[in-house]
C-alpha cells in the first residue's frame, strides 16, 4: 500500500484517483457489442459467450431441471444461510414501503401521490472469479417486494456452460425463475434491447466491470434505465487509537479480494496502529484462497494519515466511498457528518461483509464517487412515483385565476384557455 502522510487538500483528487480504465478506451469494445447483439440477437449472444467464456451453448434459458438439481449440490449450511439472508432483506426492504400520499392543496384541488412497480426488469449477476449469489438476494428480493411483473436474470456461465448452484438456488428462493446464461456487456446488450430469449426491460440493475458499467451506460443513452454507474469495488476505513488492528486488516482485505481493479483506502489520525496492521496484513494475507488477486489490489491502494478527524470527515465526502467503515468511539458521531457515502458500517463489530450477506442492508452501491449524487439499491429503486390531481367545480373556481394569470405571464394562451373555457361553462349553469 501507498503511504501518505499530511498530504494537502489540493492534493486529494489526484491520490484519491481511482485505479480506472479510459472510457473512450473501454467503450471501443463495447459499442461493437452492443451493435452485434442488436442485429443478431441470440446468435451474438452465443457467439460472445464462446468468445468470452469459451463454452458454446446450444440453449441459452436455464431450464427447470437445471434449477432443481442446483438445490442438492448446495450445502444445508449455506441453504441456512442464504434462508436467514432473504429474512433479513426481505425484513428491512419491506419496511420501505410508502403508504400513498393524498393532499388537499386547497378546497377542491386533491393532489396524490402513489409508487407503482416497474413493470420489467433486469438484475445483472457477475460471475467470473467469484460468482456473487448474494447479488441474486439483494436485486431479486426488492424486485419482488416491488410487484415487478417480470423479472430476468442474467449471469455468465462457466467453461462447462453451468451456472455455480448457489447462484440457482439463491435466485429459485428469491422467486426468480427466468435465467439466462449470459455474461458481461452482451447480457447489458440483449436485457436493454431484447433478442429471442432475453425480453426487453425498462431498467437494468446489478454490479459488474468496467465494461458492464460502460455498457449500461450507454443503454442508458437510448431510454433503459439503470440502476447506478456501479463499478469496480471500493472501501475506506478509518480508525482510531483504539481499533484493533486485526480487524482494519481484515476490513481492507475483504474489499480487496474483490478483484485487482477494486481500491481500498486506509485512513487514521495515528501511526501508531502502522506497525501492528502490517504484521496483521501480512499474516492474514497469506491465508486466503485469493491472495493474490488481493495483493495486487493493495498495490494500487493507499494508507493516509491525517491530523484531526474533522479533515477525516472532508477527505470521506470528498472521496465518496461505496464502503465507509468507521472503527472508532466515536463512529456514530462521525457517521452524521458524513454526506457522501454508498453504505456506513460503525462501530468496532460491524464488518463490511454483513452487509454484503445478510445485515439487510442492499450491497449494490455506487463507486467510483457516485455517492455524490446516488443511493445505493432499495426498494424504491424498483417503482416509480406517479402524481394524480383531481379537481372539482369548486376547486377549479378556486385555483383557475392564479392558473390563467401565470399562463398570460409566460405568453401562453392555450394554456389559459383551459382553464377560461371550464370557467366560463360554469357561469352559464
Known amino acids: ?7 494537502d487538500r489540493v492534493n486529494w483528487g489526484k491520490i484519491l484517483a481511482r485505479p480506472t480504465q479510459s472510457l473512450k478506451d473501454i467503450r471501443k469494445v463495447v459499442e461493437p457489442i452492443l451493435e452485434k447483439v442488436i442485429a443478431e440477437g441470440d446468435k451474438a449472444l452465443q457467439f460472445y459467450t464462446k468468445e468470452f467464456d469459451k463454452t458454446e451453448l446450444e440453449e441459452l434459458l436455464v431450464t427447470s431441471k437445471e434449477i432443481s438439481e442446483a438445490a442438492n449440490q448446495v450445502e444445508d449450511a449455506l441453504k441456512k444461510a442464504i434462508k436467514q439472508a432473504i429474512a433479513n432483506i426481505s425484513q428491512f426492504h419491506e419496511a420501505q414501503k410508502v403508504k400513498p400520499l393524498k393532499v388537499e392543496t386547497m378546497k377542491g384541488v386533491m393532489c396524490e401521490r402513489r409508487a407503482v412497480p416497474i ?4 438484475l445483472y449477476i457477475p460471475g467470473g472469479t467469484a460468482p456473487l449469489f448474494s447479488t441474486v438476494l439483494m436485486l431479486a428480493i426488492p424486485a419482488k417486494i416491488a410487484g415487478c411483473r417480470e423479472i430476468v436474470l442474467c449471469t455468465p456461465p462457466d467453461k462447462k456452460g453451468n451456472i455455480n448452484p448457489a447462484i440457482l438456488y439463491g435466485a429459485e ?3 426468480i425463475t427466468k435465467i439466462v446464461k449470459v455474461g458481461g456487456a452482451q447480457a447489458i446488450a440483449a436485457m436493454a434491447y ?4 432475453v425480453p426487453k426491460v425498462d431498467k437494468i440493475f446489478g454490479p ?3 465494461f458492464v458499467t460502460a455498457a449500461k451506460q450507454l443503454v442508458s443513452l437510448d431510454g433503459v434505465a439503470i440502476d447506478m454507474p456501479a463499478g469496480p469495488s471500493e472501501v475506506l476505513v478509518y480508525a482510531d487509537k483504539d481499533a484493533d488492528p486485526a480487524f482494519i486488516a481484515a476490513d481492507l482485505l475483504s474489499q480487496a479480494e474483490h478483484g485487482v481493479d477494486s481500491q481500498v483506502v486506509f485512513v487514521t489520525t495515528t501511526d501508531a496502529l502502522f506497525d501492528g496492521l502490517q504484521k496483521e496484513i501480512y499474516n492474514q494475507l497469506r491465508e486466503l484462497p485469493r491472495w493474490e488477486i488481493a495483493d495486487r489490489c493493495l498495490q494500487d491502494s493507499m494508507v493516509i494519515l491525517l491530523r484531526e478527524e474533522e479533515e ?7 472521496y465518496a466511498p461505496e464502503h465507509l467503515i468507521l472503527l472508532s468511539k466515536n463512529a456514530r458521531e462521525m457517521a452524521e457528518k458524513v454526506e457522501n457515502a454508498g453504505s456506513i458500517f460503525i462501530g468496532y463489530y460491524t464488518p463490511e461483509s454483513a452487509g454484503d450477506y445478510a445485515s439487510g442492508t442492499n450491497h449494490t452501491l455506487p463507486t467510483n464517487g457516485a455517492a455524490r449524487a446516488y443511493s445505493g439499491v432499495s426498494l424504491d429503486s424498483f417503482v416509480k ?3 394524480y390531481q383531481e379537481i372539482t367545480k369548486e376547486g377549479i373556481q378556486n385555483i383557475g385565476p392564479t392558473v390563467e394569470v401565470m399562463a398570460e405571464a409566460e405568453s401562453l394562451r392555450a394554456h389559459k384557455n383551459a382553464v377560461t373555457v371550464r370557467l366560463n361553462s360554469l357561469k352559464k349553469k
Do not use: H, R, S
Open 173 to 175: 428462493q428469491a422467486g
Open 194 to 197: 431484447g433478442t429471442e430469449t
Open 208 to 210: 459488474g466491470n468496467q
Open 1 to 7: 500500500m501507498k503511504d501518505y502522510f499530511y498530504p
Open 385 to 387: 412515483n406517479i402524481t
Open 119 to 122: 413493470p420489467k426488469v433486469g
Open 312 to 318: 477525516v470527515i472532508d477527505l470521506i465526502n470528498t
